[in-house]
């Protein structure tokens, strides 16, 4: 889960950072028992107070999406689509009504009310029209860091999509005009999309600094591995391996946490992912060699992504 702020005129950090939760929770992203980063430790990777992240968390869970632990944090309460649909329509009932008042005490006059719908409405398929990106990939961890640099460069949202969710849903892929995948799952995509959609293929490696600090470990260091979920954890261990040279002795993600805090305890230097980066850091002893397992896609591939996307909006405009 990326959150982002924005500061601007009539622009709320509390809705914003609701909204992007609710977001995460509705997309999957976010998944039942998934725990969210400590309040504080939020607050200060985005420069904000700790009050305006608890205010959310306590927003979130008046509306059923969060539970909160006392001592422990704030986790996705079990919920069901219908819950979340339930409470999607209870939000638009009470826009709605506010609407509605504001026509009965004449401050807006109906027709000035459907102009302004008319607008927006024909904004939102302005925006469904122009090129879309997805990003495939089976590692939800990489899968958020590509996204963000892709994102950053086009200039514009890239959809994440899970391999095997692709696989799942045929149709997945079908309505994204541009797909970018790694080169690893290149026959794959190929495979999941049809005629008349570009796949571009790109390479993702460990960024440089994962790179330097696991060359410079000694060889007898006891190496753990932390990551997000259970799914990709044989994968991220076995890269670990090969491009350090140690073999891990201890593992473990996130929904275990017995196993993170031993990996955490035992281990003399950790390799994580970064969507565990606050987890890690918020209960990791002191005196531990924390190396934050990022990967990145190369510049020539963000280039060659770049070029096709931009093409591609150009053809679209004519």
Known sequence: MKLVLKRAKGLGLIEQLVEQIRYSIATGQLKPGDQLPPGRVLAHELGIHPNTVFAVYRQLEREGLLVLRQGSGAYVAPFSRDHLKRSEQERLEKAISTLVELVHAGLV???????????????????????????????????????????????????????????????????????????????????????????????????????????NLPAKTRLGVICRDKVSLPTIVQQVHQLSGIEPTLSAWLGDRKGVRKVLTECDAIAFMPPCRSKVLAIAPKGKTLIEFEHEIDQSSLEEVKQVFEQLSVGRSL
């Open 109 to 215: 006059s109906q027709d000035e009310l459907k102009r302004m719908i008319d607008e927006r409405l024909q904004s939102i398929q302005k925006t469904k029209i122009a090129t879309q990106v997805a990003f495939v990939e089976c590692n939800f961890e990489q899968m958020e860091t590509c996204c963000a640099q892709l994102e950053q460069v086009l200039g514009t949202k890239v959809e994440p999509v899970l391999l095997d969710e692709a696989k799942q849903n045929k149709q997945r892929l079908r309505s994204f005009p541009l797909v970018v995948t790694t080169y690893f799952h290149l026959r794959e995509a190929y495979l999941l999309t049809s005629k008349g959609q570009k796949v571009v293929p790109v390479f993702s490696v460990p960024s440089r600094k994962a790179l330097e600090a696991m060359a």
